[in-house]
């Protein structure tokens, strides 16, 4: 079946605009992550979501970022007046339910901000 | 909150030879330990994980061992190949219910032909 999916694969931003990411999770999957990573890093949790309910939102790092996951599959991760300190990969990732186990990695958003 | 780290930031190996990639964690209530490789530019991938009730576990050339009173896990790769080449991540997790899942920096290896 199909993998988690994100979209766009790439984005340039200029500093100060606006960015949504999209991700696509298996279908099914209760569990959603959204990670940031940094060259060089690992993944950095920002936010996770049950079905539609966000959970956690304590690595979301400024209220210029906020995510939705409204019916409970598609999120959206969007950043409000993008930074240069934005720039990174970012990640999204699914899990069949509940509990802590394997996570599905899409292959990820890389955003640029000049 | 949990902390983890990871040793060595690089690794470079001979083909054929082992690699060990060792990470410890902060937090005694965690309990969930996966690893994960990460290939250039590619998303990145569950090799193995492991839960606190076991100390060792094996698939085929990598086996992930875990001192739960060291608060320690190591990953270990056999006969490595040059595919194998690629950055692993460690993590920590609480597991359950749910709890975030906290990833190690890195350590990219390089297996030499």
């Known amino acids: 079946g199909a993998g988690v999916s994100q979209s766009p694969r790439y984005k340039v931003a200029k500093r100060g605009q606006d960015v949504a990411l999209r991700c696509d999770p298996i279908?099914?999957?209760?569990?959603l992550f959204w990670y940031q990573q940094a060259l060089g890093q690992g993944p950095e949790f920002l936010t996770y979501?049950?079905?539609?309910?966000?959970?956690?939102k304590s690595g979301l790092p400024s209220d210029r970022f906020f995510a939705e996951r409204p019916e409970g599959s598609v999120s959206t991760l969007k950043i409000q007046r993008t930074q240069q300190e934005d720039s990174a990969v970012y990640l999204c990732?699914?899990?069949?339910?509940?509990?802590?186990?394997?996570?599905?990695f899409g292959p990820g958003t890389r955003l640029t901000v000049t | 909150g949990e902390n983890v780290e990871q040793h060595p930031s690089t690794l470079s190996v001979q083909e054929g030879d082992s690699a060990v990639i060792k990470c410890t964690y902060s937090?005694?209530?965690?309990?969930?330990f996966p690893w994960y490789k990460q290939e250039l530019g590619k998303r990145p991938q569950l090799i193995i994980d492991i839960r606190s009730n076991v100390g060792e576990k094996k698939d085929q050339r990598i086996a992930v061992t875990l001192n739960k009173t060291a608060k320690h896990f190591s990953l270990h790769i056999t006969e490595t190949q040059p595919e194998d080449s690629a950055v692993y991540f460690c993590a920590a997790s609480k597991g359950g219910s749910y709890d975030k899942v906290i990833f190690g920096p890195g350590t990219s290896l390089s297996v030499i032909p």
């Open positions: 979501f049950q079905n539609e309910a966000q959970l956690d």
């Open positions: 937090d005694s209530a965690s309990n969930y």
């Open positions: 279908s099914g999957h209760v569990s």
């Open positions: 990732a699914s899990s069949l339910d509940r509990r802590i186990t394997k996570q599905y």
